[in-house]
T-cell receptor, first 113, second 113 residues
Framework: GAGVSQSPRYKVAKRGQDVALRCDPI?????LFWYQQALGQGPEFLTY????????KSGLPSDRFFAERPEGSVSTLKIQRTQQEDSAVYLC???????????FGNGTRLTVT | KQEVTQIPAALSVPEGENLVLNCSFT??????LQWFRQDPGKGLTSLLL???SQREQTSGRLNASLDKSSGRSTLYIAASQPGDSATYLC????????????WGLGTSLGVNP
């Protein structure tokens, strides 16, 4: 595709619900990142994939957060039993190789009520 | 621990002015530094990437410099336009096996017509 696509664009969840956020990276991009951006803050790293391998998940804030990229293209970030502090914009980025410029999607704005 | 600071936090200038945004980082062990632009409600757009071995990069009216030894980067915007109004973030890619970007909080720029 022309760019990184994320869906849904907006998600409202009641506290305790599970949510799944989707990222379609640019075709052929090896590296895929998930970031969490709270209002007025810079993005915070969550996890990194190289193809289908999750090489770094040190930024996931709790075991309620889970990410996968089973075929090395589309990735899903799942948040179980959502809490209000999970409210943020979740950004996905991809790059063709390590240390290349990142291409970001427009993000999914999650609001937990 | 790598920390990235951006000064100023906000800046308002009249159209046509040249301006400089500053970014500093505490650990010089980086692979590269990127400048991004973020418009309200949108994702991040990569503007310039400077590899650790480079001193500067230019794209159109934008020029970014990197002084790795002193932990500083500047983004110079020439002949600013109202369309340049956005938040500008810098991020460093830390060296080592950890591939995550460390972000500043950004500079919110307003260019007044």
């Amino acid at each position: 595709g022309a760019g990184v696509s994320q869906s849904p664009r907006y998600k409202v969840a009641k506290r305790g619900q599970d949510v799944a956020l989707r990222c379609d990276p640019i075709s052929g991009h090896v590296s895929l990142f998930w970031y969490q951006q709270a209002l007025g803050q810079g993005p915070e790293f969550l996890t990194y994939f190289q193809n289908e391998a999750q090489l770094d998940k040190s930024g996931l804030p709790s075991d309620r957060f889970f990410a996968e990229r089973p075929e090395g293209s589309v990735s899903t970030l799942k948040i179980q039993r959502t809490q209000q502090e999970d409210s943020a914009v979740y950004l996905c980025a991809s790059s063709p190789r390590q240390k290349s410029p990142l291409h970001f999607g427009n993000g999914t704005r999650l609001t937990v009520t | 621990k790598q920390e990235v600071t951006q000064i100023p936090a906000a800046l308002s200038v009249p159209e046509g002015e040249n301006l400089v945004l500053n970014c500093s980082f505490t650990d010089s062990a980086i692979y590269n530094l990127q400048w991004f632009r973020q418009d309200p409600g949108k994702g991040l757009t990569s503007l310039l990437l400077i590899q650790s071995s480079q001193r500067e990069q230019t794209s159109g009216r934008l020029n970014a410099s990197l002084d790795k030894s002193s932990g500083r980067s500047t983004l110079y915007i020439a002949a600013s336009q109202p369309g340049d109004s956005a938040t500008y973030l810098c991020a460093v890619l830390v060296a080592g096996n950890n591939r995550k970007l460390i972000w500043g909080l950004g500079t919110s720029l307003g260019v007044n017509p």
